[in-house]
């Protein structure tokens, strides 16, 4: 939609965690604020935010976080409510060293592989496994990917199968996409008193380039981070997914004007 200022474009961010949700928000109405992207304004909105409350139960039995986030995205997709929107939704893992790579993409199913963990859970959890791993031996880091499904590919009405790694719509279609970001840090061996809905490994991974707690971090505004390269794993992927809406919108907003 066109607005007196350029183009105005709303994001459904899909999730139901309220961590993810403010990150989303903070980082992409600051990507699109600034001078490169003027002619672009974002609203980031919840599922609540737009009527669906509930929002919708999916589950996350993908195999990769790619395929979880392309879940989520596609099931929102068949509401009329998410018809004009961009719909944006992501999955983030959690690797440790000193455990192979685990929890991975189960976090939240850490202890047993089936029950759910509360945020508390997670962290007094993550402790317990690593309890006597030395200081040297405790990296980690955290994956995130993002799909991003542009509110036209919706209106063809295709779709074609996910196909492992790789997300395709019809080739005639503009293409739903992934993006990635990482970040690499360290477990404490005490979880730090800060408490995040949502982020309980914030209040555990030290990030050794930053010299700060993850959770910290957020403390400080967009403009902070950016000056000094400080993007967690989840911006990393939104500043792909924000120069991706721009193209995207601004090519359409020149087609209509032709």
């Known amino acids: 939609r066109m607005n007196a200022n350029g183009v105005s474009v709303v994001v459904l961010y899909a999730t139901t965690n309220p961590g993810k949700l403010n990150e989303a928000q903070k980082y992409l109405t600051h990507a699109f604020s600034s001078t490169a992207a003027a002619d672009v304004s974002v609203k980031v909105v919840s599922p609540i935010d737009i009527g669906i409350n509930p929002p919708l139960d999916v589950v996350e039995d993908g195999k990769t976080l790619s395929e979880n986030a392309f ?11 998410t018809e004009h929107m961009w719909i944006l939704s992501d999955d983030t893992g959690f690797s440790v060293d000193a455990l192979n ?35 040297d031996k405790r990296g980690a880091h955290f994956s995130c990917a993002i799909v991003a499904l542009p509110p036209r590919t919706r209106a063809a009405g295709k779709w074609t199968p996910y196909e492992g790694e790789e997300l395709v719509t019809d080739a005639a279609l503009p293409s739903v996409r992934k993006f990635e970001g990482q970040l690499q840090g360290m477990v404490l061996e005490e979880p730090d008193p800060l408490r995040m809905e949502g982020f309980p490994l914030e209040s555990v991974f030290y990030c050794t380039e930053w010299e700060i707690l993850l959770g910290h971090s957020h403390a400080l505004s967009s403009e902070e981070k950016e000056a000094r390269g400080w993007l967690t794993f ?13 193209e995207e919108e601004t090519g359409a907003a020149k087609n209509q004007n032709l």
């Open 71 to 81: 879940k989520k995205v596609r099931a929102y997709a068949e509401l009329p409510a």
């Open 101 to 135: 790579g685990k929890p991975g993409m189960f976090v939240r199913r850490w202890k047993d592989g089936v029950n759910h963990l509360t945020d508390e859970e997670v962290i007094q959890h993550a402790m317990t496994v690593l309890q006597g791993v030395p200081k």
């Open 234 to 246: 989840r911006e990393t992927a939104l500043l792909k997914v924000a120069a991706w809406v721009k």
